[in-house]
């Protein structure tokens, strides 16, 4: 018989939450749906009890095949310029834990994510209905998106890519946003890609992170 599920969200878990929004308002995030989504989404469901305190941290952490939970900060700030409106069709590029995931459906977005690794896809794939988070998920290769669902108002990449690829360029609507860390090296640079027409986009390069890398098969990690 599977193990039921049992979620639990103190005061004690909402007063840490509390103070994990405001250490990210703190470090310049002012988008007050953005904060309000990380408000209502408990981070310690996606780590084991024993990890509360790492939950409530702004820091990413371990989920395992090699992946993190991003840091929320990071969250945020790609969900900021991502600029989600109610009813946004997002693909997300590397369900990860399904963290991320759950703070785009709590901005009001109809979500499509893409995990390539097995072991987390299983994870999120319980998880998530049961936390009453109900995305598209895709156990596959998110390098080629999803051309049947496609195109998307938003694309957002999870994991470190050493370009941007054709593919996803391809999927995205005419002025639509994608938002993806890019670069070779340890270090990405966010970059926020604007589809002014078919075939002209504006990019913009933002701050630098440090992200899983994309796999050398050109399919995608988690965060």
Known sequence: MKKQLILEDTFRHQGMRKKLVEAVREKG??????????????????????????????????????????????????????????????????????????????LGAKVFTIERQKELYDKAKD?????????????????????????????????????????????LKTGGIMVIPVGESDVQVMTLVLKKAEDRFEKHELKNFRFVPMLEDKNWGAK
């Open 29 to 106: 995030i002012e988008d007050e749906a953005v904060l309000q989504a990380l408000m209502k989404v408990p981070r310690h469901w996606f780590l084991d009890k024993a990890f509360l305190n790492q939950a409530y941290s702004d820091h990413a952490f371990r989920i395992g095949a090699g992946q993190t939970i991003s840091q929320p900060y990071t969250v945020a700030y790609q969900s900021s310029f991502l600029d989600v409106s109610k009813g946004d069709k997002v693909l997300e590029i590397g369900t990860g834990s399904g963290y991320q995931t759950c703070i785009l459906l709590e």
């Open 127 to 171: 998880l998530l209905p049961h936390m009453g988070y109900n995305p598209k998920m895709f156990y596959g290769d998110g390098y080629k998106g999803l051309p049947a669902f496609a195109p998307f108002d938003r694309i957002l990449v999870t994991c470190g890519a050493p370009f941007i690829p054709e593919e996803l360029l391809k999927q």
